[in-house]
């Protein structure tokens, strides 16, 4: 594209403030969009353990928990493994704008596929939302960034909204999809109407499809809003690529590349602990925890709100402080070490609740106070891992190296479920010695990446 197209995208990018709080007229389309498909994908994942590992009388599959909590460590790691060839086909052939639709459609015919109780839906199901998820999840963020020129000053703001839009879907989808599937007045409803109440969980799996059906819904009606951003790439936009990509690696290139390699190896390790809230910490909660306030039943899946709920209390706090701190803030290898840390500490936490289960069903403040520190955690190191691999890779190499940054959280997800299945409800010290390893591991890592911080630093070189 020439310099005087370039100016002409930047005015209007610029001059197009007709959207929520000043930001392009596009953002609201792809926020409610993807607030839509994160309830969807959330509000699922809250209970597919719990309805797994559910008798075959109370409606579920009846599976032991190793073969269910290996299945979701497969199925969530290819959640996000699609991700590399859905973000290539958008880029090669069909647009961002065109694999958005196409994943969400497939996505709803997923959710729909969990509603009957059949074992070759169920895996039909699964196997549908990871690629409809690989075709939506990167696009649309890309779509995001395209509403906005690379020296737009709202730019950062656009993102951070559509983080808040995430984690709100996030926020409410355990709270219906945990009612419909595992709430005691439903049930009863349920019966009141005829029907049997072990079916509740594909009413739960139903209000998923509900969900990415308003998604696409949302994102079809205003379509108009998105019409410069997301579509095929051009002949020339493809030809300087290929001139870009023909750049040789220069020695700092591959300094930098080196740095990001030891992110991705402690990254790992991060999302295998913070992913046990879909499967060891949703059976801890169900089988182990006191789910109830003054008197009142809750469904234990309504725990997994937690998490959410301190993003988005946490998230303006941390953007402050960093802001705050300015050229004082710590380096990128101090904050992922503090990370580790802090989620090293919430399993520290969950050590002597697990041992005291052995006495009877435990308080739900231990789980609130771990997914607190765990979200401490993550504000340390999951949104400056994004900035720092985006500061880090070559120009060439960006969108292969955001690549591989999921790809921790691909392999953290199937870590996350091979831990998970030893867990044993019934076993106390089995749980401390789970939850101990776990928070040791997490330390000991922690530690390590403290003693590499001087030699990171020097392969980031002037990046920090």
């Known amino acids: 594209m020439d310099t005087t197209a370039n100016q002409e995208l930047r005015i209007d990018t610029l001059s197009d403030n007709s959207g929520m709080f000043g930001h392009p007229s596009g953002l609201s389309t792809l926020f409610f969009t993807e607030f839509w498909e994160r309830f969807s994908y959330y509000g699922m994942r809250s209970i597919l353990v719990l309805y797994m590992t559910a008798t075959v009388e109370q409606g579920g599959l009846g599976f032991d928990v190793k073969t269910a909590a290996t299945l979701y460590g497969t199925y969530t790691m290819w959640v996000y493994l699609t991700g590399l060839p859905g973000g290539l086909a958008a880029d090669r052939l069909l647009g961002a704008k065109l694999a958005v639709l196409l994943g969400g459609v497939v996505i709803v015919f997923g959710h729909i596929s969990m509603v009957f109780h059949s074992l070759t839906f169920f895996y039909g199901g699964l196997t549908l939302i990871a690629i409809g998820t690989g075709?939506?999840?990167?696009?649309?963020?890309t779509m995001v960034g395209s509403l906005y020129s690379e020296d737009d000053p709202r730019r950062d703001s656009g993102f951070s909204l559509f983080y808040m839009g995430i984690n709100i879907g996030a926020l409410l989808a355990p709270l219906s999809v945990g009612y419909l599937a595992?709430?005691?007045?439903?049930?009863?409803?349920?019966?009141?109407?005829?029907f049997n109440p072990a079916t509740s969980w594909h009413w739960g799996f139903g209000a998923a499809a509900v969900g990415m059906t308003l998604g696409l819904i949302v994102y079809l009606r205003n379509r108009k809003r998105l019409e410069s951003v997301g579509n095929r790439t051009t002949r020339q936009q493809k030809k300087e690529e290929r001139a870009v990509a023909s750049t040789p690696l220069t020695s700092t290139d591959w300094k930098r590349i080196g740095a990001i390699f030891v992110f991705f190896l402690f990254t790992i390790l991060f999302w295998a602990a913070y992913e046990q809230k879909g499967a060891s910490l949703n059976l801890f909660a169900r089988d182990l925890v006191r789910t109830e306030v003054f008197g009142m039943r809750f469904p234990s899946s309504w725990l997994q709100s937690c998490t959410p709920a301190f993003v988005i209390l946490l998230a303006p706090f941390f953007s402050y402080l960093w802001v705050r701190l300015g050229t004082r803030q710590p380096s990128s290898p101090v904050k992922f070490t503090l990370g580790l840390v802090f989620i090293g500490l919430a399993y520290c936490l969950l050590v002597p609740a697990a041992w005291m289960t052995g006495q009877g069903r435990i308080s739900p403040l231990w789980l609130v106070g771990l997914y607190f520190l765990?979200?401490?955690?993550e504000m340390c190191l999951s949104p400056v891992g994004l900035s720092t691999v985006s500061k880090l890779a070559p120009v060439k190499l960006v969108g292969i190296m955001m690549g591989v940054w999921f790809l921790a959280a691909a392999f953290g997800n199937k870590l996350a479920g091979y831990l998970s299945t030893f867990f044993v409800v019934n076993n106390p010290t089995q749980l401390v010695k789970l939850y101990g390893g776990i928070a040791v591991g997490l330390l000991i890592s922690a530690g390590i990446l403290a003693l590499l911080t001087p030699r990171v630093k020097k392969l980031m070189g002037s990046v920090n």
Do not use: A, H, W
């Open 135 to 141: 075709l939506l999840k990167p696009n649309i963020s």
């Open 182 to 194: 595992q709430g005691e007045s439903f049930k009863r409803f349920l019966v009141s109407m005829g």
């Open 374 to 377: 765990e979200v401490i955690g």
